[in-house]
C-alpha cells in the first residue's frame, strides 16, 4: 500500500487480480476512483512512490515485468497512467525500495 503526493490517494495490489485499486482519500474516508484499478505485471507485491514523489512503482512476483512505473494523472486526482516497465535479471523478486 501507498500514499499518492500530498496524501490525497491510496495505492492497494491487489495479488490475485493482477491490479492496483485506485483510492481517493479525504478526512479519512477512502472512495474508488471511477477508474477503481490499473493493469499491472502478473502478482504485484509492493506498491511504493518513488523519491520524487512523481512516479508510482509496482513490484511484481510473477515474472516480467518486474516492475511496473505510473505516473499520476494531472487532469484526475489519484488517478495512475502507466508510463513503462523495467525487467528483471534475476526471478521472483520480494521487496524493493526507494533511496533518498
Known amino acids: 500500500m501507498s500514499f499518492g503526493p500530498s496524501n490525497e490517494a491510496v495505492y492497494v495490489a491487489n495479488r490475485d487480480k493482477n491490479t492496483v485499486a485506485e483510492f481517493s482519500f ?6 474508488a476512483l471511477s477508474t477503481s484499478t ?6 504485484p507485491i509492493a506498491v511504493l512512490m518513488d523519491s520524487s514523489s ?10 516480467s515485468p518486474a516492475i511496473n512505473i505510473y505516473t ?4 484526475t486526482t489519484g488517478e495512475l497512467v502507466s508510463t513503462g ?16
Do not use: K, Q, R, Y
Not at 490499473?38 to 502478482?43: D, E, F, K, L, Q
Open 54 to 63: 512523481s512516479n508510482l512503482l509496482v513490484l511484481n512476483n510473477g515474472g
Open 85 to 100: 516497465s523495467l525487467s528483471s535479471t534475476g526471478t521472483d523478486p520480494v521487496a524493493m525500495a526507494v533511496t533518498h
Open 38 to 43: 490499473i493493469a499491472t505485471g502478473s502478482v
Open 26 to 31: 479525504s478526512a479519512g474516508t477512502l472512495t
Open 72 to 75: 499520476f494523472s494531472s487532469t
